[in-house]
């Protein structure tokens, strides 16, 4: 039994084997079709560590959008009733926790840390959603004035941005 801490999202951290070096904590996921969408969308080329909390009922459904959205290869560590009788802690792959919740029915509260976006994937991400950004921000705007909201909106302010990858050539 890991010794409990602060919170669930920390202890379930500690123990899941995964990088703790940096993560993020994004707690429930939005309810509404769109909105968990578009936050899924979000994280995907979040290189950090991400955790989740999720109720039972709604694991093998936060489980398939996750697979979905980031592919059954992810690792991911499911930590159930940490600290509690029943604790289990898995460490697996989102592909084989949709197999294994398909068969066995969820029990218990569920903190799903799950790995971040491995480098070589993110690096394909990190130039082209700041280039599609840009593009769109750059047609209403001046191209200085549209770099600066790009910074701001894509959390890299203080990155040194060249005009080739600003402009795409």
Known sequence: TPVPGASA???ALAVSGQDTARFVFEGFLPVPKKERRERLEFLQGETRTVIFYEAPHKLRGTLDDLCAAFGAERSITLCRELTKLHEEITKTTIGE???YYEQNDP???YVLVMAGTPAAQDAAATVSRPRSKYARIKATTKPAIALGRLA?????A???ITASTAYGT
Do not use: H, M, P, W
């Not at 701001?152 to 890299?156: P, R, T």
């Open 9 to 11: 999202c920390v202890t």
């Open 97 to 99: 926790a949709v197999r």
């Open 107 to 109: 029990r218990g509260e």
């Open 158 to 160: 203080g990155t040194v």
């Open 152 to 156: 701001v909106d894509e959390n890299i």
